[in-house]
């Protein structure tokens, strides 16, 4: 299942993160975000053990969202070493995900 990030977690779970991290910024009222969430479940499952996967809400946390520029949801990113190497923006196909954390692993 992929993790619930929050404002408080954000550091520990993603910037300091031994493997790499997808983030979905997503919110409930965004129909695409919530065509994407069996997707994201999946890819939770899926690399359970090598990557990690979360979701934050842009709307309870917005300093999160603001820090990365996050304008249109839902936006993926992929975090490495504390660091962004990877953005998506949209409704993504699942290999466009797989290909971003298999990247950087």
Same mark, same amino acid.
């Given at each position: 299942?992929?993790?619930?990030?929050?404002? $408080?977690?954000?550091?520990?779970?993603?910037?300091?993160?031994?493997?790499? /991290?997808?983030?979905?910024?997503?919110?409930?009222?965004?129909?695409?975000?919530?065509?994407?969430?069996?997707?994201?479940?999946?890819?939770?499952?899926?690399?359970?053990?090598?990557?990690? /996967?979360?979701?934050?809400?842009?709307?309870?946390?917005?300093?999160?969202? !603001?820090?990365? $520029?996050? !304008?249109?949801?839902?936006?993926?990113? /992929?975090?490495? $070493?504390?660091?962004?190497?990877?953005?998506?923006? $949209?409704?993504?196909?699942?290999?466009?995900?797989?290909?971003?954390?298999?990247?950087?692993?």
């Amino acid at each position: 299942m992929a993790m619930k990030l929050t404002s $408080g977690n954000f550091e520990t779970e993603v910037y300091q993160a031994e493997v790499p /991290v997808l983030v979905d910024f997503y919110a409930d009222w965004c129909g695409p975000c919530k065509a994407m969430a069996p997707v994201v479940e999946t890819l939770a499952e899926e690399y359970a053990g090598k990557a990690k /996967v979360g979701k934050i809400n842009t709307d309870e946390n917005q300093d999160i969202a !603001m820090e990365y $520029g996050i !304008m249109s949801i839902p936006t993926f990113l /992929v975090f490495k $070493g504390g660091k962004v190497v990877n953005k998506m923006i $949209g409704m993504q196909d699942k290999r466009n995900l797989v290909a971003a954390i298999e990247e950087a692993l």
